[in-house]
């Protein structure tokens, strides 16, 4: 089936690591998306990509990064530098035009 | 520059009963609006979207929502709520013309009693 698939679906970080979370997609999709969910805040953009080997800050890209080699993938890494990392994060494609933004089924990242 | 208000961070409803849960947003060009609903742990699943071609607009599982420009408001509802509506639900808005990134609502969750 076509899809916006991200994985783990849990993931534990220690203090000053870094963690990549993996998010790939089946639907051809140009455009992709990082968003953050924490309660009673929505989601917020951490950052996108409106095309290969190209990408874009959002709203709150301080500690993460990311990068776009292949249209297919789109992995974020919360880096030490991020010091409250726990959330659960959402990844997303499409979105052109007046098209809705396909969601994968999240990861939930926790301190340990 | 674009922003959604959603009010009310939780609403209880009674099984059978309308599900009203509303959303203002504004935006400096014409909106694409949208309804999400997330159940527990999941992603984000299209309910329905507003693209200009009517201001009644019908989505998945008997949910609608109407476009009211005068208002600023794209409310959700459902005229009769059933249990599996139990969920958090998001209104979004992004301005036509070129990239427009996506502004999303901080959520209503809705309880359905039985």
């Known amino acids: 089936d076509g899809g916006i698939t991200q994985s783990p679906k849990y993931l534990f970080r220690k203090e000053g690591q870094n963690v990549t979370l993996s998010c790939e997609q089946n639907?051809?999709?140009?455009?992709m998306y990082w968003y953050r969910q924490d309660p009673g805040q929505g989601l917020r953009l951490i950052y996108y990509?409106?095309?290969?080997?190209?990408?874009q800050k959002g709203d709150i890209a301080e500690g993460y990064s990311v990068s776009r080699e292949k249209k297919e993938s789109f992995p974020l890494t919360v880096t030490s530098a991020q010091k409250n990392p726990t959330a659960f994060y959402l990844c997303?494609?499409?979105?052109?035009?007046?098209?809705?933004?396909?969601f994968g089924d999240g990861t939930r990242l926790s301190i340990l | 520059a674009q922003s959604v208000t959603q009010l009310g961070s939780h609403v209880s409803v009674s099984e059978g009963a309308l599900v009203l849960l509303r959303c203002n947003y504004s935006?400096?060009?014409?909106?694409?609006l949208f309804w999400y609903v997330q159940y527990p742990n999941q992603g984000l699943q299209l309910l329905l979207k507003?693209?200009?071609?009517?201001?009644l607009v019908k989505g998945i599982n008997d949910f609608e929502a109407e476009f009211k420009k005068s208002e600023t408001s794209f409310h959700l509802t459902k005229p009769s709520a059933h249990m599996s509506d139990a969920a958090e639900y998001f209104c979004?808005?992004?301005?036509?013309?070129?990239?427009?990134?996506?502004?999303f609502g901080t959520g209503t969750k809705l309880q359905v009693i039985p």
């Open positions: 990509s409106q095309i290969v080997n190209d990408f």
């Open positions: 997303a494609g499409g979105g052109a035009g007046n098209q809705p933004q396909h």
């Open positions: 979004a808005v992004r301005g036509s013309g070129g990239y427009q990134k996506v502004t």
């Open positions: 639907l051809n999709h140009d455009a």
């Open positions: 507003y693209t200009s071609a009517a201001t």
């Open positions: 935006s400096s060009v014409p909106p694409y």
